[in-house]
């Protein structure tokens, strides 16, 4: 419901209270402290989008880390970020306010945060990394849907040939099909405001989840044993060098897992109170990943007890032409239909910030500020706007083309978890916090902070080296466009 539909129905004398209210900036029965619609959110609500917003493509590459780092290892890598997540998570909640934690002023994004917590050059670094990281999202989703839609076709045509044919395939026209979907779906102005996209992408992440987690356990069953070894794949299989990349590489990939906090004050601006937001925030953080953290280790221990060493980047093409090859293609499918909604969830914050940006700098442009009405019969008219027409299918193009250039989902993920794991899960949240509580430098507090903060960015160093390392040994066997499967 919109602010004009909430008005719309309320009669012209509360309306004249709610005024005053506003005005006042007291709490109405219609309204928030700030002029908005009352905000209807509970810790439900607040713990489903989270889930929404983590149960990702992240899930697929799990068993591959835990395969790098072992049984010991791997699970208490995740336990480890989920802790740290959840830390850093709480952090934030108390900035989601600047001042009084009841009635101070609201930050609605992330940014507003950083501006009113930190302001100067830290709101310009965030923004460059905010945008670099939803820029390098769009790419990782290009590779990964792609990879999805060759694993049917090759299924499908392994078993029409009678397991004759290993149908090996190119990339390209995959990621070129996914770009033309993005850039008609970048069109719609608001994509991402869609109420239904949420829900569709949450049952889809769910199915392919589910199905990659029941059919671990099949295989797993089948071996009757569980494979693996305590300290992860063995030097022999890959070399000395190759076994501490990959296992940096790894921490990447983790972090890209849980990689979320960039829209956790968003999220949180969702809530009603009281109680305060932050309280509410804090509970649905704790809920969300702790239900998360629990199907990473189901997904990812699982797939690494069907494996063990060999356990694929991606878990779902690992079972490869195994019957039922359906149930493969139905969690295929259902990874396409969720990245064609999560790609445009991501990009459209990065679309809405430089098409503000052009107007600002250039309002009397027709090209930028004009629209031309188009009839389509049976709706309302649709307003295309030429820049947004230019601009958003270059955007798509353009990382459709990188993607083409660079199809190694797993180095990709892991360089992405990595760059956006430190400073949007961790240094920003602990400075903000530092500031609006004025800890002292050199206190308890402060120093324990920063020490969490220096090792976070070690971490996040040794899994960009990792990933880095694995795109260049990828590179010294790889033909720009030439990538089959």
């Known amino acids: ?3 004009g539909d909430g008005a719309a129905k309320i009669n012209n004398h509360h309306v004249f209270d709610v005024s005053i209210d ?8 219609y309204f928030d402290d700030d002029g908005r619609l009352k905000r209807t959110g509970t810790v439900w609500t607040a713990s489903a989008h ?7 493509s992240g899930v697929l590459s799990l068993a591959w880390a835990i395969a790098q780092l072992g049984w010991i290892a791997g699970p208490a890598v995740m336990f480890l970020f989920s802790f740290v997540i959840y830390y850093t998570s709480t952090l934030l909640a108390d900035c989601y306010r600047s001042g009084d934690p009841i009635s101070g002023k609201r930050n609605y994004t992330y940014m507003d945060a950083v501006r009113s917590n930190l302001g100067g050059y830290h ?23 792609s990879i999805s839609m060759m694993a049917i076709k090759r299924s499908n045509c392994f078993h029409d040939s009678g397991g004759k044919n290993p149908c090996h395939m190119s990339s390209n026209p995959y990621m070129i099909a996914f770009g033309i979907a993005e850039i008609i779906f970048s069109q719609i102005p608001d994509f991402d405001q869609i109420w239904w996209l949420s829900i569709v992408a949450a049952v889809m992440s769910f199915t392919y989840s589910a199905i990659g987690l029941a059919l671990g ?9 569980f494979k693996g070894s305590f300290t992860g794949i063995s030097v ?40 305060a937001e932050s309280k509410t925030m ?12 629990l199907f990473y280790m189901l997904c990812g221990c699982m797939g690494y007890a069907a494996f063990g060493d060999l356990a694929p980047g991606n878990l779902l093409t690992g079972f490869g032409f195994y019957n039922p ?28 910030f430089i098409e503000k940006w052009a107007f600002q700098k250039w309002p009397d442009s027709e090209f930028i500020n004009g629209d031309i009405k188009i009839k389509i019969p049976g709706l309302n008219p649709y307003n295309l706007n030429l820049f947004r027409l230019v601009w958003r299918s270059v955007f798509v193009v353009c990382t459709t083309v990188i993607s083409m250039l660079l199809p190694f989902f797993n180095d990709i993920v892991g360089l992405l978890g990595a760059l956006g794991f430190w400073p949007l899960t961790v240094y920003f949240p602990i400075e903000m916090y530092i500031a609006q509580k004025k800890l002292p430098k050199w206190s308890t507090k402060w120093v324990c902070l920063q020490m969490l903060s220096l090792a976070c960015l070690v971490i996040s160093i040794a899994a960009a080296a990792g990933s880095i390392a694995g795109v260049a040994l990828d590179l010294k066997v790889y033909r720009p466009f030439k990538t089959s499967y």
């Open 1 to 3: 419901m919109t602010m």
């Open 22 to 29: 506003v005005l006042g900036k007291q709490p109405s029965m």
């Open 50 to 56: 989270i889930i929404t917003a983590v149960i990702g």
């Open 123 to 145: 709101v310009k670094l965030c923004g460059i990394i905010q945008y670099l990281n939803l820029f390098g999202v769009a790419i990782g989703y290009t590779i990964a849907a």
């Open 217 to 225: 356990i099949v295989q797993v069953t089948a071996n009757r044993t």
């Open 236 to 275: 022999g299989s890959v070399t000395e060098t190759q076994k501490i990349w990959r296992s940096f590489q790894a921490l990447g990939d983790i972090a890209f897992a849980y990689s979320f906090s960039i829209i956790l004050i968003e999220i949180q601006d969702t809530v009603r109170s009281p109680p």
């Open 282 to 293: 804090k509970r649905a953080s704790f809920i969300s990943i702790a239900v998360t953290t």
């Open 325 to 352: 090859f359906w149930l493969l293609d139905i969690a295929n499918v259902a990874i396409v239909i969720h990245l064609v909604g999560a790609y445009q969830v991501y990009c459209q914050p990065l679309f809405a």
